[in-house]
């Protein structure tokens, strides 16, 4: 059974934003999607810089290193470079507060 932990406020990360935490000793990035909360590992599989700065549009992450974009949803790269999907983890929203789980998030449909 997955466990949650409280990671943020949703008034601490604004729409189109993100934020990098600590999850167990992991870093993991909380991105806000037009409200809505993803998290992914907070590490480019292209050649593993952190992805924290990096701009987030229209659902997508371009590393800060060498632009390749990431689907922050479900993890998928775009192009040659990013072939390797980002690690999901799953989120729930709880009274206004963000949780996040070391179980991966559900792919949507
Ligand atoms: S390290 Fe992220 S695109 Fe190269």
């Known amino acids: 059974m997955s ?3 409280h990671v943020l406020d949703c008034a601490d990360l604004p729409a189109g934003k993100s934020l990098a935490v600590d999850l167990d000793g992991l ?3 909380v991105c ?3 409200n809505e909360y993803f998290a992914v590992e907070n590490r480019c599989t292209h050649q593993g810089a952190e992805l924290q700065g990096g701009r987030i549009r229209n659902g997508m992450i371009a590393c800060p290193l060498h632009g390749v ?3 922050v949803r ?3 790269g775009k192009g040659p470079l990013g072939r390797v999907p980002l690690r ?3 989120v729930q929203v709880v009274d206004g507060r963000i949780e ?3 179980e991966a998030a559900a792919v949507p449909a």
């Open 32 to 34: 806000n999607v037009n």
């Open 27 to 29: 870093s993991v990035l």
């Open 100 to 102: 996040v789980s070391q």
């Open 3 to 5: 466990q949650f932990h």
């Open 74 to 76: 479900n993890g998928c």
């Open 88 to 90: 999901t983890f799953a």
């Open 69 to 71: 974009l990431f689907d």
